[in-house]
């Protein structure tokens, strides 16, 4: 079977499992007696297209929640991507990076981005810095793991060919450890990417005036569940447009990586 008739069989069953559960919610929500009103699929939709053109709020339709919840995973995102890459690639080829920063690491790495929180509203107040510092930590993590798996794996025989043709130091790590690192890279920038996301929505439902995470917590304050499960739908659509987007650039700039696939 061809690839393009894979991916038209593979749209096919996803789209119509996704307008069965959409079948079987609405029939639950009609055939259920429950003194928590529970929202029709129709009226999540008609909310969250009423959001996209009215305030969320007093300041911005759900797109600007979107933009702002956006602009927080790529600071803390791009931060860890700078630091996270660096430490992983040099602790996994200088034995004396790794012998310095590995336990540190180590010790780290189990806590969770959320554990932090108290601490990071104790450090940085409850505006915008506690919030990229919990992103930072979600998304540096992958990205140290994965740089450093890039580096250790390299191919010794590659590198011991460049020695021999006169490379030194410097040369072996930049023009070859480097470059065979960035599949590994790419990985740890998918789980990053995720975490990120993630952590930024429970910073948000802590302490915010915008964002997706805030839309959340507003509606739970007055009751409104068609506004709640309206901002998962948009976690929930952005999520998959970011996934996807970083899927189709890992293809872009490691085509030379794909070609054999």
Known sequence: MSKKKQKVRALVYGGG??????FLWEIT???????????????????????LF????????????VLWSLSRVLAGFCIASALGIVLGLTMGWFSYVRAIFMPIFNLLRPIAPLAWIPLAILWFGIGEKYKYFLIFIA??????????????????????AAKMLGAN???????????????????????????????????????????IGWIIIAGQA???????IAGMLAIGIVGFLMANGMRILERRCLVWNNQGN
């Open 29 to 51: 929500v009609r055939m259920t007696d429950s003194q928590i009103p529970f929202p029709t699929p129709l009226a999540v939709i008609e909310r969250f297209v009423d959001m």
């Open 169 to 211: 130091k410097a040369q072996v790590f930049f023009e070859i450890v480097v470059p065979a690192a960035i599949p590994s890279i790419f990985s740890g920038a998918q789980v990053a990417l995720s975490n990120s996301w993630m952590t930024m929505l429970a910073a948000e439902m802590v302490c915010a005036t915008e964002g």
């Open 17 to 22: 499992t996704f307008l069965l559960l959409l």
């Open 54 to 65: 009215h305030n969320v709020g007093y300041y911005y339709t759900i797109i600007g929640h």
């Open 139 to 160: 998304a540096f993590v992958p990205f140290t793991l994965n740089a450093y798996a890039g580096a250790t794996h390299v191919d010794k025989q590659l590198v011991g």
């Open 222 to 228: 007055v009751n409104d569940m068609t506004q709640m």
